[in-house]
């Protein structure tokens, strides 16, 4: 058992003016992701992991499968595995998005 803050998260580029700061134990990793205003999309994409998430602050636009919504903070969202979804478009004001992933993403480790 731990306790820690995201800035002492390990810290990850997803794009340009969108990073993440991950921690993960056995069987989660949590991904606490701020985006810049007017940051560029993340393309869609696809992994093999469970991932859900809540926006904390702001707003963003989010793609899951074939439908697009504008999300803000307190809305949730699920992306089953192998789902493509990506970051869709962003707004003028930063955002902050809490993903999980289960189990944890080996490559955001390294």
Known sequence: MFFTAPEDFKKRELSPRVVTRLVWGEKLMLSYVTIEPNAPIVSLHSHPHEQMGIVLEGKVGLTIGEETRE????????????????????????????????????EFKK
Do not use: N
């Not at 307190?74 to 979804?85: A, I, K, N, S, Y």
């Not at 962003?90 to 189990?103: K, R």
């Open 71 to 106: 999300i803000k903070k307190g809305d949730m969202f699920l992306v089953p595995p192998g789902t493509p979804h990506g970051l869709a478009f962003t707004f003028d004001q930063p955002a902050v998005v809490l993903d999980i992933f289960s189990p944890p993403r080996e």
